[in-house]
Structures are given as structure tokens and as C-alpha cells.
């Protein structure tokens, strides 16, 4: 397929200051942190200005509101406009709206993302303010005690103990860990949490989408965990044209749960960090089916339609879905014939 043609999508969603926008959309016309992360994910492991230049634009952020993140590495966040924001202007200020602000997971991918560029080469960290910010970043994961708090979760909703979130944070721990002073107690924590809540999601949710970030891009579980999240999620949440995020979600349901588009490419993703490279190309099929010519790939298709909704495209799904193409290596002939 043409990758060329799905990077021109994504940097129509780029902003002059680094960072992208969810979508183009008037909904969606935000950044969100996470979003930011996953978008890049294609240009990770390669020293890319894409990647560098995004990161930069998020320490920034963080730089903009340090004074909040100062607050709450010591004094615990009670109302959800103390958090550290998860959704901003394209210029990246804080937007006014009430918000699920309170997501870990996101503060979890942006350490994940910084120790894991470094790692690869890329320019992430500019000079000493930045490595500061990262401190802060870990105290404020500390003072929220990420291990046992109830957050928003990777989808914005109800308050619970979120695996995704804690392990997000995990991970960014781990990642940061020879960068910053991470103490070992606040990663064994986090573990002992999953070790308790998985493989369920939380108290509410036998399985859920976002658990596959535990298994790619966190690397965070066990081959036998990871085995069994992808056949909870497989056997409950997999539809016709992606997934579905959990059971008897209301988001964009019209008669049944709205099928999220990058889905596919993510339990892709998933088999191939286990090894397991014929099952990651029964969905290269699957993947290509909801890649429309233009690449410009939906959030979802609105739940008992065969209809996207008005995310489109969605930065974070076009990233997945040619992430998982480039990475299998399939060309343009392979697909036609895994299609027949």
C-alpha cells in the first residue's frame, strides 16, 4: 500500500508547533497527549523529526503548567481540573470544558515515549529543563499513588482502577528509570496491582481495547497474560470492522457498540510482539479493509451502521494501521493475495 500517502495524511493533522491534532474534525480538533504518542509511534524507532519535534512540543506543555504539576507533586488532585490535562488547544493551552482529565495513562505514555526514543537516537531530551520536567512528572505519579487510583482510563469515562492506566505507567517508569530517580517501590507497586486486576480491565470490565497497550507498544505482561487479554479480546470485542472498546460501550451506538477502526492493526501489532507472525497477518486483511484509498482511516464505524463517524481521519488510527503494515512487511501484491 501506499505509505507515502498515509504520512501526507498524518501531517495534515501536524501542527506547525510539532504537535498533532486527534483528527481534523471540529469534534476533534484537539491534542490530546496520548493521542500525540500514538501517533508517532511510526517514527520511533529511527531518529526522526517528527518524533523528536512532537516530544518537544509536549515538554513544553508540560513547561507552560509546571506550576500545577508542582501543586500535585505534593498535594493530591480531588477535583478533575487539578490533573494534568489530557486534552488541549491546538496551541496548546488548557481548554475550559469539563474534561475526564484524570488519565495516568497518558502521563505513563509520554514517559514511555521519551525513555523509549532516547533508546533509539532520537533527540528527545533538549537540555536540563526537560529532564526536570520528567522528575516532575515522576513525583506527580507518585503523589496521585498511580498504583491504586481510580482514573478516567485511555477512554475518558468512569472513575475505577484502570490496568491500562497503571500499566501505561509502569512502563513509563521502567522507561525513564536511568534518566530520573524512579524509586523501585512505585514500579513494584504497579505491578502488584496487575498482577490482582488482570487480565480484567477493571472492576467493571471483564476486557477492554485499551488492554492491548499492555502487550504493544508497553511490553508490560507475561507471554501467558498477554495470551489470554488477546483471546478475551478476540472472542468478545472483535466485530466486522474493528473492535469494539468494551461491552455495552454507549460512545457513537446506534443499536449496537461503535467498532473502533484501529483495532485491527493494534491486535497485529500485538501477534507480532509474541512471535506469532501467521496469526499478525490473518489481519493485514482486515486492516486494509477499513484503510480507505485516500488512507484517511475513520475513529470508528458508528455501532449498527456500516457507517464511519466524523473523526476522520483519526491521526492515532492512520499511525496504527500503516505502523502494522510497514512492520509486517507486506507490499502491495502480498495484500491482493492474502485478500483472495
Known amino acids: 500500500m501506499d505509505m507515502e500517502k498515509a504520512l501526507q495524511v498524518l501531517d495534515t493533522m501536524r501542527l506547525p508547533n510539532g504537535a498533532y491534532t486527534a483528527s481534523r474534525s471540529n469534534d476533534y480538533n484537539y491534542v490530546w497527549i496520548r493521542d500525540v504518542c500514538y501517533t508517532v ?69 509520554f514517559l514511555w515515549g521519551v525513555g523509549e526514543g532516547f533508546k533509539y537516537g532520537q533527540k528527545v531530551i533538549r537540555d536540563e529543563g526537560d529532564l526536570i520536567i520528567l522528575q516532575k512528572l515522576v513525583d506527580y505519579l507518585e503523589c496521585v499513588r498511580y498504583w491504586e487510583a481510580e482514573d478516567n482510563g485511555m477512554w475518558e469515562e468512569n472513575m475505577e482502577v484502570h490496568a491500562s492506566s497503571v500499566g501505561a505507567c509502569v512502563a513509563g517508569l521502567k522507561a525513564v528509570k536511568l534518566l530520573v530517580n524512579v524509586k523501585k517501590e512505585m514500579i513494584l507497586k504497579g505491578e502488584e496491582t496487575l498482577r490482582n486486576l488482570l487480565p480484567r480491565e477493571s472492576a467493571t470490565k471483564e476486557t477492554d481495547l485499551a488492554l492491548l497497550s499492555l502487550i504493544f507498544p508497553y511490553r508490560v505482561v507475561d507471554r501467558n497474560t498477554a495470551l489470554q487479554i488477546l483471546k478475551n479480546v478476540t472472542g468478545t470485542l472483535e466485530r466486522e470492522f474493528g473492535c469494539i472498546r468494551y461491552v455495552n460501550d454507549y460512545y457513537y451506538n446506534e443499536g449496537s457498540e461503535a467498532e473502533w477502526c484501529f483495532g485491527f492493526p493494534w491486535l497485529g501489532l500485538c501477534y507480532l510482539e509474541l512471535g506469532m507472525e501467521e496469526k499478525a497477518l490473518e489481519y493485514v486483511g482486515k486492516t486494509k479493509r477499513v484503510i480507505p484509498d485516500n488512507w484517511e482511516v475513520p475513529e470508528l464505524y458508528v455501532g449498527g451502521t456500516d457507517k464511519p463517524n466524523g473523526n476522520t481521519p483519526l491521526a492515532w488510527a492512520v499511525a496504527m494501521a500503516m505502523l502494522f503494515l510497514e512492520r509486517v512487511g507486506v507490499s502491495e501484491s502480498n495484500l491482493v493475495t492474502l485478500n483472495e
Do not use: C
Open 41 to 109: 509511534l511510526p517514527f520511533l524507532y529511527t531518529p526522526s523529526e517528527r518524533y523528536e519535534k512532537a516530544y518537544h512540543a509536549l515538554f513544553d506543555l508540560f513547561k507552560k503548567y509546571e506550576w500545577k504539576i508542582d501543586i500535585h507533586r505534593k498535594k493530591r488532585p480531588v477535583y478533575l481540573f487539578e490533573y494534568i490535562h489530557s486534552r488541549y488547544s491546538t496551541d496548546l493551552t488548557e481548554l475550559e470544558q469539563e474534561w475526564g482529565h484524570a488519565q495516568n495513562d497518558a502521563i505513563g505514555a
